[in-house]
């Protein structure tokens, strides 16, 4: 229902439909204000704060998730042992290759995700953000932050806890091989995954040091035991062992899980919003919440109840038909015959049925990415949504044009993605201009907890690395 004066407006949506809107043309994020009345009227006569309300019970969204975390872990975050995966995050002594380590990837610029729309790991000019360069990955690199509440890791959940909870290691964690499960005995699924990234080659091991993923582990403790810094801060860490015990895997896996645990950022103006500040969405927001939550159909797939833990994802594969950009150099073998292809979910469960399929995004801070989607095809938010409100239309105007110049070769084939389109996504709700308008505030602003904005997470990047390297260079 839209009010008589607003008839004007170019909906661009609906007339896209019937191809009469020309491309994917950005909208500016602050579109036009909507009046209380025009609020009401287009949430069908009913006031705006009411349905919200109810939609956010329906969905038993507390806006109180961050102070769940001790209680889950069953103990209060230990600093002292957070302090020392922090400096681990950002030393490359753990990346055999030398030049690598989480935070060139996981940057605390962008809510410890990626400065780039494909991660670029070993063999990088030692910049983290624009300016990086080197062969790229497979795929973007997700935030780090609110990853304490994620049952499933990975683009593809190929690492999840099979409870449905990551806290709890009663059903072990599954990861593929040669984990496999064998890393179930660690207290909380980011433990376990701590035990990953530096065994990977292209991340940051390199292709140089030969063995397995246990002897490259064993040659990243040997770093660390052989280092009188972290020798002591391992020791202060865990005092109860005795003097002189080595530096272990579990060890680092419990320093880094602790420092993700310290980067929990859900305090958004949603949740300031459940909790029964009604001023903290703007009007606008308002109309994009109930959208998302009613008509857009979008917390179908980004959920926030039980397992969701009100992250904003079912942590479940769809195909969201996104094209396949393919960098120009890479050090992954792509997928399919033309190695132009990533089939996602399917490289863990080898079905072609589940080719395309990605996790469900979790929303929250997405604001702070520097690009959107599994392989980050999208570098502005509104491009991003605009393409996911309609893939089929969406998929015949897209253009790498905005992305890095080594991105913007020829993308791999996208009919067979938009074959297995998710049937969630097949009909979307026609919005109006000023309905996509506040549903990009939505999701942009109402999900952004401040906290986590670059300047304050800039504050984590140490001075001086315990092992004496030099660094990465955050721009
Ligand atoms: C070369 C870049 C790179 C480096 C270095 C790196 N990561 Fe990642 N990380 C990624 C990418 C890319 C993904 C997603 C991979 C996928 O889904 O296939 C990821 C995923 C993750 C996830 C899961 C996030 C989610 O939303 O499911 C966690 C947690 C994580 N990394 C932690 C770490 C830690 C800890 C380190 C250092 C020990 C590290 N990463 C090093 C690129 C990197
Ligand atoms: C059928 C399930 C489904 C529905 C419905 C859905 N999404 Fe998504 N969304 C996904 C998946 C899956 C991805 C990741 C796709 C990929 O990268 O290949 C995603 C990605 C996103 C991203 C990019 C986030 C990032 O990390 O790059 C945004 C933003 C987003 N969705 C917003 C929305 C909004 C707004 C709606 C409602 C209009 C919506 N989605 C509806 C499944 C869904």
Redesign the pocket.
């Known amino acids: 229902m839209i009010t008589p004066g607003r008839r004007s407006l170019a909906l661009c949506i609906v007339s896209s439909i019937a191809g009469a809107c020309s491309d994917l043309e950005p909208v500016r994020p602050t579109g036009p204000a909507l009046t209380p009345t025009e609020l009401r009227s287009v949430n069908g006569g009913h006031d705006v704060d009411a349905t919200l309300r109810r939609q956010l019970t329906a969905h038993g969204f507390t806006g109180r998730v961050a102070s769940t975390l001790e209680t889950r872990l069953g103990r209060p975050i230990d600093r002292q042992l957070a302090e020392v995966g922090r400096l681990l995050?950002f030393d490359p002594i753990?990346g055999l290759n030398d030049d690598?380590?989480?935070a060139?990837?996981?940057s605390p610029t962008h809510g410890f995700g990626d400065t780039q729309p494909i991660?670029i790991?070993i063999e990088n000019n030692g910049l983290v953000g624009p300016g990086r360069t080197g062969p790229r990955?497979?795929?973007?690199?997700?935030m780090?932050i609110n990853?304490a509440f994620?049952p499933t890791?990975?683009?593809?959940s190929r690492f999840h806890a099979p409870s449905g909870n990551p806290f709890d290691n009663r059903q072990g964690f599954v990861f593929p091989a040669p984990e496999g499960t064998s890393l179930s005995y660690l207290p909380h699924l980011?433990t376990a995954?701590?035990f990953i990234?530096?065994t990977e080659r292209v991340?940051?091991a390199g292709f140089h040091f030969p063995g397995t993923n246990d002897d490259i582990r064993g040659e990243v403790l040997r770093r660390l035991n052989d280092d009188a810094r972290y020798r002591t801060l391992f020791a202060r860490a865990f005092p109860h062992t005795p003097p002189g015990t080595p530096i272990t895997f579990d060890d680092v896996g419990r320093a880094?899980a602790e420092f993700?645990f310290t980067l929990v950022f859900a305090d958004a103006p949603i949740d300031r919003y459940a909790r029964g500040v009604r001023e903290a969405l703007t009007p606008a927001q308002k109309q994009g919440a109930v959208l998302f939550f009613g008509r857009a159909g979008c917390v179908a797939c980004h959920a926030v109840s039980g397992a969701a833990n009100e992250m904003f994802s079912d942590f479940r594969q769809h195909v969201a038909g996104i094209p396949q950009v393919v960098p120009a150099v890479g050090n992954v073998t792509f997928d399919g015959p033309g190695a132009n292809e990533d089939f996602g979910l399917a490289q863990v469960s080898g079905r072609s049925a589940d080719r395309y399929a990605f996790r469900t995004s979790p929303l929250r801070n997405v604001a702070l990415q520097s690009a959107f989607m599994h392989n980050g095809a999208f570098v502005r938010l509104e491009d991003a949504i605009r393409y996911h409100l309609d893939a089929r239309r969406g998929a015949a105007l897209y253009t790498t044009a905005k992305l890095p110049v080594d991105m913007q070769g020829p993308t791999g084939p996208l009919d067979p993605v938009l074959e297995r389109l998710d049937p969630l996504l097949r009909t979307s709700a026609p919005l109006t201009e000023a309905e996509f308008t506040s549903l990009v505030d939505f999701v942009r602003n109402a999900l952004l907890d401040p906290a986590a904005r670059p300047q304050h997470l800039r504050r984590l990047i140490p001075g001086k690395l315990p092992s004496g390297r030099a660094g990465l260079v955050f721009q």
């Open positions: 995050w753990q690598n380590t989480c060139g990837c996981h991660a790991g990955n497979q795929r973007r690199t997700p780090a990853t994620y890791l990975m683009w593809n980011l995954q701590a990234p530096p991340e940051a880094i993700e």
